[in-house]
Nanobody
């Protein structure tokens, strides 16, 4: 199982970014995918999740109405569209799945929201 995130960067407050996570090594369409984030000095926290086959989603309260999780099973990719970004959204963002009762994480992508 391999997860590779991309799409992070530096953005001004109020701006947008779209993160991508390309998955391989398992039947992507059958699995629940999640995005987490970890800010400096803080614990990793759940941001959003999407069920297989993509009919259900869930969000942390602090991103509801601003972030949207989606998936493209043909491309083995899960996305996180982030709008109205705030400085407190600054963190390393990770995608995660569970296969065979084992957690798999990507390497993370840095998102920095600053003017």
């Amino acid at each position: 199982v391999q997860l590779v995130e991309s799409g992070g960067g530096l953005v001004q407050p109020g701006g947008s970014l779209r993160l991508s996570c390309i998955a391989s090594g398992f039947t992507f369409s059958s699995y629940f995918m999640t995005w987490y984030r970890q800010a400096p000095g803080k614990e990793r926290e759940l941001v959003a999740s999407i069920l297989a086959p993509g009919r259900g989603t869930g969000y942390a309260d602090f991103v509801k109405g601003r972030f949207t999780i989606s998936r493209d099973n043909a491309k083995n990719t899960v996305y996180l569209q982030m709008n109205s970004l705030k400085p407190e959204d600054t963190a390393v963002y990770y995608c995660k799945t569970v296969v065979g009762r084992r957690d798999y994480w990507g390497q993370g992508t840095q998102v920095t929201v600053s003017s």
